[in-house]
């Protein structure tokens, strides 16, 4: 909701009751948001479809998303509790009338007004007018208090930031775009618990994809059957143990019945044997490597990270083939002209940091056209890649600098480590694929849950349908 922080550093002083006369008035405006809106329905559980449903909204009364009512009750009691009489108010009653609705853009302007005081009790009746941008009201009503005896004057408090967050929405954007597209045969690879069967499961169940299990039968069947999976109708290939699942995935793979993989109830390193083989494997002429896509709640759009999971200590040419890979899949999912970030430690190349010589290399590389589809800046700092603030004040020129689309990790030790930590300490959901190889690659983890089984699933449909 909106604050009062606009103010700055100050103080809030009231007008205690000896110091009131009818007729004074005090009075602020706000022009509501849809920010406003997702904030008020968040604290006080009023969800009414009214407020946050645009598409509801559309065919009700108003044609449009409203405000809630008692937005404009919250900002009476702002100016009653801030400025008019102030701190020390003590709330007795309310009266309101709603009168117009208030849509987003709009502008409120609140003003209270002394209309009675009550010597013996120390109470004070106050009229209370809200209007819009055109000055008519939309709400009318009248707040009885009691009036504060005596003069104060605090610090105004700092409130803390109030960052919101639509859980979720990044990746069923993804999977709505994924959903046009004809369904992806998969290999999933030894299916033998419950979360990877349910998630290969949801994804066949929402038009993402068209499992084809690969694993033990009976196991299958016995997993299935524990926690009431309907695996009735899909093909299974049996397969004796873990190892054997994923030489039988990749065979699929390689004759063309399948058009993706997604990781079981096994090691990555059994899956990515079998994937990397020489002979039997699924390689192409591109390295293969690990891309998160990323949800942040404080970053306004998916952030892809690379490599976190596949190259341990990549070399300069590994590093152009992550970046590829990284830019084709950032296109895949709808980024046009992705904004690609090569990170090091400092943002100036120095000798004895290869990573960022490395950087320096990537950038020129692909101002030779040996890397496509993106725009390359590095070296880069973590801040000076994704804080327009941190660029301002280090006086950095780029057009890549505090806006970045794709994070190249320095090695899978950094990756990782900056994938984690926003995911644990920022909230941060995370999907990702294996590309390089024939077919894009679900690595999977055990601690994964079904929306993010399902935004990979998401993921490697919108990049097998690009690329083919």
Request: charged letters at 20%; hydrophobic letters at 45%.
């Given at each position: ?457 998401a993921i490697a449909s919108l990049f097998n349908h690009t690329v083919r």
């Open positions: 909701m909106s604050s009062d922080r606009g103010a700055g550093i100050g103080y809030i002083e009231n007008r205690p009751f000896d110091e009131l006369s009818v007729g004074d008035t005090a009075e602020l405006s706000r022009t509501l948001t849809a920010q406003d809106i997702d904030a008020f329905a968040v604290v006080s559980g009023d969800v009414n479809p009214a407020h946050v449903d645009e598409e509801f909204a559309q065919d009700e009364i108003f044609h449009k998303v409203i405000g809630h009512g008692m937005w404009g009750g919250a900002l009476i009691s702002n100016v009653l509790g801030t400025q008019l009489p102030g701190p020390g108010t003590i709330y007795l009653d309310q009266s309101l009338k709603f009168l117009k609705p208030v849509g987003i853009g709009d502008t409120v302007t609140v003003r209270v007004t002394v209309a009675e005081k009550q010597e013996d009790r120390k109470r004070v009746i106050l009229d209370c007018l809200c209007t819009n941008g055109d000055d008519k009201p939309v709400i009318v009503g009248q707040a009885i208090v009691i009036a504060p005896d005596k003069k104060i004057r605090r610090p105004r408090v700092t409130m803390p930031d109030l960052v919101l967050h639509r859980r979720g929405a990044t990746y069923d954007r993804l999977l709505s775009a994924a959903q046009r597209l004809p369904t992806l045969p998969t290999a999933v690879v030894h299916p033998c618990d419950a979360s990877s069967l349910e998630g290969a499961l949801s994804a066949r169940e929402l038009g993402v994809l068209e499992p084809i299990l690969v694993g033990p039968r009976d196991r299958i069947h016995d997993v299935a059957d524990s926690v009431g999976l309907d695996i009735a109708g899909l093909e299974i290939i049996d397969a004796p143990h873990s190892h054997a699942s994923a030489e039988q995935a990749v065979q699929l793979a390689r004759e063309g019945r399948v058009g993706a993989m997604m990781k079981g109830a096994l090691h990555t390193d059994e899956v990515m044997s079998a994937v990397v083989s020489k002979t039997q494997g699924l390689r192409s002429e591109r390295r293969m490597s690990h891309v998160y896509v990323m949800d942040v709640p404080t970053y306004s759009k998916p952030l892809l990270i690379t490599d976190a999971a596949i190259n341990i200590a990549p070399d300069l040419q590994t590093k152009a083939d992550m970046v590829q890979n990284a830019i084709d899949l950032a296109c895949a999912i709808g980024i046009e002209l992705p904004k690609v970030a090569i990170l090091s430690a400092v943002e100036t190349i120095t000798p004895r940091l290869q990573s960022t010589v490395e950087a320096g290399a990537l950038c020129k590389m692909a101002d030779r056209d040996q890397i496509t589809g993106g725009i390359l800046d590095g070296p880069l700092a973590f801040d000076n890649a994704v804080s327009m603030q941190a660029v301002s004040t280090k006086g950095i020129k780029s057009n890549v600098a505090g806006q970045a689309d794709v994070l190249v990790a320095p090695d899978l030790e950094a990756g990782n480590m900056i994938a984690k930590q926003l995911m644990y300490l920022a909230g941060a959901e995370a999907a990702g694929i294996v590309l390089g190889a024939q077919v894009p690659i679900m690595l999977t983890s055990r601690a994964d849950d079904t929306r993010t089984r399902i935004a990979s699933a």
